[in-house]
Protein backbone atom coordinates (compact mmCIF):
# COMPACT_ATOMS: atom_id res chain seq x y z
CA UNK A 1 0.00 0.00 0.00
CA UNK A 2 1.16 3.43 -0.80
CA UNK A 3 1.30 6.17 1.78
CA UNK A 4 1.74 9.87 0.50
CA UNK A 5 3.38 11.40 3.48
CA UNK A 6 2.19 14.63 2.57
CA UNK A 7 -1.26 13.98 2.68
CA UNK A 8 -0.47 11.77 6.14
CA UNK A 9 -2.73 9.19 4.55
CA UNK A 10 -2.88 5.59 2.76
CA UNK A 11 -3.79 6.67 -1.05
CA UNK A 12 -4.44 2.57 -1.86
CA UNK A 13 -6.90 2.91 0.92
CA UNK A 14 -8.53 6.27 -0.04
CA UNK A 15 -9.09 5.23 -3.35
CA UNK A 16 -10.57 1.54 -2.15
CA UNK A 17 -13.28 3.30 -0.04
CA UNK A 18 -13.87 5.84 -3.06
CA UNK A 19 -14.75 2.85 -4.95
CA UNK A 20 -16.94 0.85 -2.28
CA UNK A 21 -18.98 4.06 -1.50
CA UNK A 22 -19.05 5.02 -5.88
CA UNK A 23 -20.24 0.95 -5.92
CA UNK A 24 -22.92 1.50 -3.49
CA UNK A 25 -24.53 4.89 -5.17
CA UNK A 26 -24.25 3.01 -8.91
CA UNK A 27 -26.01 0.04 -7.64
CA UNK A 28 -28.08 1.65 -5.37
CA UNK A 29 -27.28 -1.27 -2.80
CA UNK A 30 -27.87 -0.19 0.16
CA UNK A 31 -30.21 2.27 -1.30
CA UNK A 32 -29.69 4.16 2.11
CA UNK A 33 -26.07 4.98 1.15
CA UNK A 34 -27.39 7.34 -1.88
CA UNK A 35 -30.05 8.76 0.24
CA UNK A 36 -27.38 9.73 2.66
CA UNK A 37 -25.59 11.53 -0.40
CA UNK A 38 -28.50 13.21 -1.45
CA UNK A 39 -29.21 14.20 2.54
CA UNK A 40 -25.71 15.42 2.50
CA UNK A 41 -25.86 17.15 -0.50
CA UNK A 42 -28.56 18.38 0.12
CA UNK A 43 -27.47 20.04 3.22
CA UNK A 44 -24.48 21.82 1.84
CA UNK A 45 -21.60 19.35 1.72
CA UNK A 46 -19.58 19.10 -2.10
CA UNK A 47 -20.52 15.46 -3.21
CA UNK A 48 -16.53 14.63 -2.67
CA UNK A 49 -17.20 15.54 1.26
CA UNK A 50 -20.44 13.56 1.36
CA UNK A 51 -18.68 10.29 -0.37
CA UNK A 52 -15.77 10.75 2.65
CA UNK A 53 -18.22 10.90 5.20
CA UNK A 54 -19.93 8.19 4.10
CA UNK A 55 -16.77 6.17 3.81
CA UNK A 56 -16.24 6.76 7.60
CA UNK A 57 -19.40 4.91 8.01
CA UNK A 58 -18.20 1.92 5.32
CA UNK A 59 -14.56 1.71 7.09
CA UNK A 60 -16.20 1.88 10.78
CA UNK A 61 -18.31 -1.33 9.53
CA UNK A 62 -16.07 -2.85 8.03
CA UNK A 63 -13.98 -2.93 11.56
CA UNK A 64 -16.66 -3.99 13.13
CA UNK A 65 -16.98 -6.86 10.69
CA UNK A 66 -13.53 -7.90 11.27
CA UNK A 67 -13.38 -7.48 14.50
CA UNK A 68 -16.19 -9.29 16.12
CA UNK A 69 -15.73 -12.22 13.29
CA UNK A 70 -19.51 -11.81 12.41
CA UNK A 71 -21.69 -10.45 8.90
CA UNK A 72 -22.56 -7.02 7.59
CA UNK A 73 -24.96 -5.71 10.38
CA UNK A 74 -26.83 -3.63 7.81
CA UNK A 75 -28.94 -2.19 11.13
CA UNK A 76 -25.82 -1.03 12.61
CA UNK A 77 -24.52 0.68 9.06
CA UNK A 78 -27.53 2.11 8.20
CA UNK A 79 -28.09 3.85 12.11
CA UNK A 80 -24.21 4.81 11.23
CA UNK A 81 -25.20 6.62 8.40
CA UNK A 82 -28.05 8.03 9.48
CA UNK A 83 -25.98 9.67 12.62
CA UNK A 84 -23.78 11.34 9.56
CA UNK A 85 -24.30 15.63 9.71
Known amino acids: MKKD?????NVDLHEAIHKIVENQIKG?????VTETLKRLMDLGYARHDSIHKIGTVVLGEIYQVEKSQKPFNRNRFVYELNKLK
Not at 5 to 9: A, H, T
Not at 28 to 32: A, I, L, R
Open 5 to 9: EELGY
Open 28 to 32: NDPKE
